[in-house]
């Protein structure tokens, strides 16, 4: 029916569009303006793709509009839950969660928006795609051809540096985690190494007192067992000391670790945050399973 170079221009056309919807409603709801997607460009691929889905699962029922309803519904429905499950798998991300929305399916689909892509279908079929239709297939088999290859380059360099800015984020988010995991195991060990300082300090001190009452008791009958109980006591009191230094430089080295974990962790938050910075505002609503701690962190300073 259509031409491989038709396909393209649909995909770009209505990758166009779903940029232009999508942009309008999170920025009024952000009440700024609001680049959104996953690409720099004014392009949301996961339109272009639904579109096709759409044109392509609905060929054969054009006249009938409860089946363009049906069949355009499933159709974009399986794209859309495969594209999230798939996103979700390489970048440790979702760019989309229905986790809020009744009849859900593990957040990537909800029975709100297949219902609202069965809508789509309908309007798309039976009103945006005719003269969507009518102008690409005006072009000229040439001009068709040139302007569908000057997108496909436009959009493979896009997507191959939006695709590069997610694995950084991916990467900022495992080594910020693994910075603050390190900090609670140490900020741990830090505790226990104090409690159990000031516990073998405090029992010294019942310990040194009680050596004297019982050396001033025994001192009138044996001055040479007084002697050798003030030489314990030194001993212990040596042992005490050497513990507590002992302790003190774990907690210094303790101390140390902690402060190069916080250095690395404002490093990369001055260094890789610029190259995800735009990334995460093209989609604010992007949430993580596993890094969703730091992830609000780092949009704290968007």
Not at 26 to 36: G, L
Not at 175 to 193: A, C, G, N, P, T
Not at 204 to 223: C, H, I, M, P, W
């Amino acid at each position: 029916m259509y031409t491989l170079w038709q396909w393209l221009l649909f995909f770009y056309i209505y990758s166009f569009i779903g940029w232009i919807w999508e942009s309008c409603y999170v920025s009024v709801q952000k009440r700024r303006w609001v680049n959104r997607g996953f690409l720099n460009g004014p392009f949301l691929p996961i339109y272009g793709c639904g579109a096709l889905a759409v044109l392509i699962s609905t060929i054969t029922v054009r006249e009938n509009v409860f089946l363009i309803f049906l069949f355009g519904m499933t159709g974009a429905t399986i794209l859309e839950y495969f594209t999230g499950w798939g996103m979700e798998k390489l970048f440790k991300v979702k760019y989309w969660d229905y986790s809020r929305q009744p009849f859900n399916l593990n957040g990537h689909i909800c029975l709100l928006a297949s219902l609202g892509w069965g809508l789509f279908a309908v309007i798309m079929v039976r009103g945006i795609h005719i003269p969507v239709e009518w102008a690409v297939q005006a072009l000229p088999g040439t001009i068709g051809e040139s302007v569908a290859f000057g997108f496909t380059i436009y959009m493979s360099v896009d997507f191959t540096l939006s695709f590069r800015e997610a694995m950084d984020m991916r990467e900022m988010l495992e080594k910020l985690q693994e910075s603050k995991d390190y900090i609670r195991r140490m900020q741990k060990r830090l505790e226990v190494i104090s409690a159990v300082a000031s516990d073998e300090y405090q029992q010294y001190l019942l310990s040194r007192e009680q050596k004297k009452a019982n050396r001033r008791e025994r001192f009138a009958d044996n001055l040479s067992a007084m002697r050798t109980a003030r030489k314990k006591l030194l001993e212990e009191l040596w042992n005490k000391a050497e513990a507590l230094k002992s302790g003190n430089e774990n907690v210094i080295e303790l101390k140390d670790g902690i402060r190069r974990e916080l250095l690395k962790m404002s490093e990369r938050r001055t260094k890789e945050y610029k190259k995800i910075v735009g990334h995460l505002r093209r989609n604010p609503k992007v949430i993580s399973k596993k890094y969703q701690e730091v992830l609000d962190d780092i949009k704290k300073l968007l």
